[in-house]
Structure formats: structure tokens, C-alpha cells
């Protein structure tokens, strides 16, 4: 019963802040495991036998897309598209009318 009123007392934004930064360090942690295992296994797949690009490449790089996306939605705030700015935003103009 505790645990539900301190739920309850939270505030709804500073919750759902909390949750996205959380996820965010979840994701990055799986980012690294698994980029740092696919690195492994072709560095020890090719041996000296380097050519060209290194295929872990493209993992690393589209899937650290995401994660910098992610970071930006976590740590930034309200950013663009945010619908609290656009809601102060229409707010401000139907003052000035």
C-alpha cells in the first residue's frame, strides 16, 4: 500500500524523464555488449586478413544512430516537436489576440 501512494505522488513528468533516461542507459549497455562482441568475433574471424571496411561497421554505426537520437530525447529536454512548446507557443499567441 505504500508503494502506491508514492506512485501516486509523483509527478507525471519528471516520471516519464526518469523512465526515458533509465532506457536509455539500458540500451546503450546492450550497444556496447553486442558491439563489442561483433567487433570480437570478426577481429578473431579475419585474423590479419584486414580488407576494406570492417563489416561490424554498419551495426556499430546504425545502431549508434539510434542511440545518439535516443540520448537526445532523454537529456534535452523538450526538444523540437515537443507538444509542451507547442502548447506554450499557442498559448503565448491566443494571449496577444
Known sequence: ?????NVQ??????????QRRAAFKRHLASYITVNVFLWLIWLFTNG???YG????IWPTLGWG????L???NAYTGTGYGSAEKEYESLKQQSYKK
Open 1 to 5: 500500500m505504500d508503494q502506491q501512494s
Open 9 to 18: 505522488d509523483r509527478d507525471p513528468q519528471l516520471w516519464q524523464l526518469a
Open 65 to 68: 544512430i539510434a542511440i545518439v
Open 48 to 50: 590479419n586478413r584486414h
Open 70 to 72: 535516443q540520448y537526445i
Open 53 to 56: 571496411l570492417p563489416w561490424p
